[in-house]
């Protein structure tokens, strides 16, 4: 199975909005709305951002909104702020009952 | 809360069998409500799925990998295990276990590094 693309990099300045996508095929992004997205600090484990597609997990902040168009799915960061520099990657449930990972996004704040 | 965390060796030789064992601290663990994963991040790299478990056993692999993986579960003891087998340089990477709800992954162990080399 190939891993879903994402942009390598992403940056924004404090306040702004940016959006990460993540692109896939019909048998994994654009078939189901099992797409999550993660945080990750260096040295870090990943952090579960968004669930479902659109879902937070408690305790997340609501600057952070998942979307899916077709086979593009996306995480939007509003009012960016230092301590979301970090890398994110995407994850969607698969045809063949497996789960791809997306290639990864490094954002930085400017 | 839900603990987990991975153990074994961080270094193993080429062609050797690559073994982890990932400890769960919760009493989710034999509820049938979760899956069990592990996941690994080469240096510098994205992260990549290798496979999950079922408490009752049944599993899912990588299809990359699937010829070399075997995630086994041991409900006594709340742990399930990785076995990866003629491991190479390119096996070298940090190896995650977590917890999977329906296809997202809600809580992950620290991470382990394992070096494959001689």
């Known amino acids: 199975q190939s891993a879903l693309t994402q942009p390598a990099s992403v940056s924004g300045s404090p306040g702004q909005s940016i959006t990460i996508s993540c692109t896939g095929t019909?048998?994994?992004?654009?078939?189901?709305?099992?797409v999550s997205w993660y945080q990750q600090h260096p040295g870090k484990a990943p952090k579960l951002m968004i669930y479902d597609v659109i879902n937070r997990p408690s305790g997340v902040s609501n600057r952070f909104s998942g979307s899916k168009s077709g086979n593009t799915a996306s995480l939007t960061i509003s009012g960016l702020q230092a301590e979301d520099e970090a890398d994110y990657h995407c994850s969607s449930y698969t045809s063949s009952s497996t789960l791809v990972f997306g290639t990864g996004t490094k954002v930085t704040v400017l | 809360q839900v603990q987990l965390q991975e153990s074994g060796p961080g270094l193993v030789k080429p062609s050797q069998t690559l073994s982890l064992t990932c400890t769960v601290s919760?009493?989710?663990?034999?509820?049938?409500?979760?899956?069990w994963s592990w996941i690994r991040q080469h240096p510098g790299k994205g992260l990549e799925w290798i496979g999950y478990i079922y408490y009752s056993g049944s599993t899912y692999y990588n299809p990359s990998l699937k010829s070399r993986v075997t995630i086994s579960v041991d409900t006594s003891k709340n742990q399930f295990s990785l076995k990866l087998s003629s491991v190479t340089a390119a096996d070298t990477a940090v190896y995650y276990c977590?917890?999977?709800?329906?296809?997202?992954?809600?809580?992950w162990g620290q991470g382990t590094l394992v070096t494959v080399s001689s």
């Open positions: 019909n048998s994994d992004v654009g078939g189901y709305n099992y």
């Open positions: 919760s009493d989710s663990f034999s509820s049938g409500s979760y899956y």
């Open positions: 977590a917890r999977q709800y329906k296809y997202y992954f809600d809580y």
